[in-house]
């Protein structure tokens, strides 16, 4: 995922190097935690189990080779291109030091990001009400309550 403009300069100037570096000499272009391949189209339960078509095996949420008790309906087989991203494990874009980076495929970094995203959604929430209370007349805003 692209660096937001106004959140470039948090990063390094070398994190174009520094990125590669994590996902592909250290990782091997896979996941570090389910060890889902970079830039290829995986087939996926939806919950995290996925199928490694180079081991020709299933492999769960964390990478590790698991049989499938019972079977599956192959209506809920999905597919997904596998994307790896470097994530800051501490969620601070300053500290790149090698231990708190990480090569994270989508679904990882999403559910790793969970906590910061919804603290970032209710910061925005927050924010916007805030200058919704300093620049707004609440007279009008109780005009258009009543309309409704």
């Not at 990063?11 to 935690?33: K, M, N």
């Not at 299933?58 to 019972?70: A, C, D, P, Q």
Request: glycine residues 4%; positive net charge; hydrophobic residues 40%.
């Amino acid at each position: 995922m692209p660096i937001r403009p106004e959140n470039r300069w948090l990063y390094p100037i070398d994190w174009r190097q520094l990125s590669i570096t994590v996902r592909f000499e250290r990782a091997g272009a896979r996941c570090e935690h389910c060890a889902r391949p970079h830039m290829r189209r995986v087939a996926h339960l939806g919950d995290g189990r996925w199928w490694d078509a180079d081991a020709k095996c299933w492999r769960s949420t964390r990478g590790r080779r698991i049989v499938l008790k019972g079977g599956f309906a192959l209506a809920a087989v999905r597919t997904t291109y596998v994307v790896l991203a470097c994530a800051h494990l501490d969620h601070d874009p300053g500290n790149s030091a090698s231990a708190n980076l990480a090569a994270l495929c989508q679904r990882c970094h999403m559910i790793h990001d969970a906590a910061e995203h919804r603290w970032q959604r209710w910061w925005n929430v927050f924010r916007r009400r805030a200058i919704r209370d300093m620049y707004e007349d609440p007279r009008i805003t109780r005009e258009r309550l009543a309309k409704r």
